[in-house]
């Protein structure tokens, strides 16, 4: 068995910038744990514990469903925290691009066949940067520390493609690595 999920990267500059940020943010957030740049994607679908024979068929129907799907754009802006300030465990930067809902739908209904259920809550375009076990901080001196960031950017990324991830547990935290690229469809050039 291996543990697997659906994701799309973002570009180097993308992370980069992110990463600077969080440099940034180290001091004034407490507690968190913060991801290795490595490991920043928007996930379309978790999968968890998938045997290994099912990987090609997975990419295959990934391939079917997604054919055709154009390339687009998103963009990394703000900052946010789930499920709330005063209990908060992920912080992440948000994600925005007009085809994100269509293409993680896309994903969710090529995976219906191999017994993965429908994803319950809304779709909300995430990039994870930390985690926090327990906090303790304050949930005003986050939220003021957070709204310092609701406007920035943090750079654009082309989505050209969709990655089947394998996710090894180490001690040390998590490591992905790529199973299968499914590309998307390059739009025609405008005249």
Same mark, same amino acid.
């Given at each position: 068995?291996? /543990?697997?999920?659906?994701?799309? @990267? ?9 990463? %600077?940020?969080?440099?940034?943010? /180290? +001091? ?5 744990? &913060?991801? +290795? ?13 998938? =045997? %290994? ?11 079917? @469903?997604? !054919?055709?799907?154009?390339c687009f754009t998103i963009n990394a802006k703000g900052l946010g925290v ?18 994100l809902n269509a293409l993680a739908s896309r994903v969710e209904k090529a ?9 319950? /809550?809304?779709?909300? +375009? ?5 985690? &926090?076990? %327990? #906090? ?12 310092? &960031?609701?406007?920035?950017? #943090? ?15 180490? +001690? =040390?935290?998590?490591? !992905? ?15």
């Open positions: 068995m291996i /543990r697997a999920f659906v994701a799309v @990267d973002l570009e180097p500059q993308t992370v980069q910038q992110i990463t %600077e940020a969080i440099a940034r943010l /180290r +001091p004034h957030i407490p507690g968190i744990r &913060w991801l +290795p740049p490595a490991n920043f994607h928007l996930t379309l679908k978790f999968l968890g514990d998938i =045997e %290994e024979a099912k990987v090609e068929p997975i990419a295959a129907a990934l391939e079917r @469903d997604l !054919y055709p799907f154009s789930f499920p709330d300030l005063k209990r908060p465990r992920i912080l992440w930067v948000g994600l925005v691009g007009g085809e995976l219906v066949p191999f017994g993965f259920a429908a994803e319950r /809550r809304a779709f909300t +375009p995430h990039l994870t940067v930390g985690r &926090w076990r %327990e #906090f303790n901080g304050s949930p005003k001196e986050l939220r003021d520390e957070i709204e310092k &960031w609701q406007g920035h950017d #943090f750079g654009r990324s082309n989505v050209d493609e969709v990655v089947l991830f394998q996710s090894v547990l180490k +001690p =040390e935290g998590a490591v !992905y690595r790529p199973l299968k690229t499914v590309g998307l469809t390059k739009k025609a050039p405008q005249p």
